[in-house]
C-alpha cells in the first residue's frame, strides 16, 4: 500500500510570495494528482501527471519519478489561493485503477 | 454537463437507520469510486466500479455496499449506521481507456451525521 506524505501540514504567507508544497510517496505509480480544496467545499482536480512538469496559470506541478517526490508550486500567491491542498497517487492493479491513494493535505493561507 | 452530482446534501441518522447516498455522472466515464474524508485525515476509498455490474472493495469497505447497474449510476449503501461512518462522502469518476486514467471528477458531497 502506498504512502503519501505532504509537506508542511499548515502553511500561512502573504499575498504575492512563492508557495512550494511537497509530496512523497513510497511505492510507484500510474499517476500522481494535486488537488484542490476550499473550506466547505468540493475538491477539484488541478494536475494529473506521469513524468516532467505541468503548468496551469500560476500552478506549476513537477514531478521526480526516481525520487518518487512531487512539488506544487504557486507564483504571485493571492488571497483565492487559499484552500487544502491533496496529493493523491494512483496504481494500477489487474486491468484497471483501484482508486486513489491521499494525502492528508496542506491546508494554506494568504493573507493580504 | 452537471459533472458528478451527489444527494443529499446533509443527513443526520439515527443510530441503526440506513440510508443510500445517492451518485450521478454524466460524462460516460466507466470508472466510478465512493471516498469518505475525515476530518484531518486524507480521503479513504470505501468502493469503486470500473463499469455496469462491477464492483469491488476500497480500503474502507465495512459498512457499505454498492451497486452498478447502470454507467450513470453509483449509489452507496449504509445498513446500520454507526457513530464511526459519521463523514463527509464525496463520489468521483474518471474515464479509463488503453491502459490510461484520466482526471478524476468529484461530486459536490454528502455531510452525513450518525448520531
Known amino acids: 500500500k502506498n504512502e503519501v506524505e505532504q509537506s508542511p501540514q499548515n502553511l500561512t504567507a502573504q499575498e504575492g510570495e512563492f508557495i512550494t508544497i511537497n509530496c512523497s510517496y513510497s511505492?510507484?505509480?500510474?499517476?500522481l494528482h494535486w488537488l484542490q480544496q476550499h473550506p466547505g467545499g468540493g475538491i477539484v482536480s488541478l494536475f494529473m501527471?506521469?513524468?516532467g512538469k505541468k503548468k496551469h496559470g500560476r500552478l506549476i506541478a513537477t514531478i521526480n519519478i526516481q525520487e518518487k517526490h512531487s512539488s506544487l508550486h504557486i507564483t504571485a500567491s493571492h488571497p483565492r489561493d487559499s484552500a487544502v491542498y491533496i496529493c493523491?497517487?494512483?496504481?494500477?492493479?489487474?486491468?484497471?485503477?483501484?482508486?486513489?491513494?491521499f494525502g492528508k493535505g496542506t491546508h494554506l493561507i494568504i493573507q493580504p | 454537463n452537471a459533472g458528478v452530482t451527489q444527494t443529499p446534501k446533509f443527513r443526520i441518522l439515527k443510530i441503526g437507520q440506513s440510508m443510500t447516498l445517492q451518485c450521478t455522472q454524466d460524462?460516460?466515464?466507466?470508472?466510478m469510486y465512493w471516498y469518505r474524508q475525515d476530518p484531518g485525515m486524507g480521503l479513504k476509498l470505501i468502493y469503486y466500479?470500473?463499469?455496469?455490474?462491477?464492483?469491488d472493495k476500497g480500503e474502507v469497505p465495512n459498512g457499505y455496499n454498492v451497486s452498478r447497474s447502470t454507467t450513470e449510476d453509483f449509489p452507496l449503501r449504509l445498513e446500520l449506521a454507526a457513530p464511526s461512518q459519521t463523514s463527509v462522502y464525496f463520489c468521483?469518476?474518471?474515464?479509463?481507456?488503453?491502459?490510461?486514467?484520466?482526471?478524476?471528477?468529484f461530486g459536490p458531497g454528502t455531510r452525513l451525521t450518525v448520531l
Open positions: 468521483a469518476s474518471s474515464y479509463f481507456a488503453g491502459g490510461r486514467t484520466d482526471t478524476q471528477y
Open positions: 511505492v510507484g505509480i500510474s499517476a
Open positions: 501527471l506521469s513524468s
Open positions: 460524462m460516460n466515464h466507466n470508472y
Open positions: 466500479s470500473v463499469g455496469a455490474g462491477i464492483t
Open positions: 493523491a497517487v494512483g496504481e494500477y492493479s489487474g486491468g484497471g485503477a483501484d482508486g486513489l491513494t
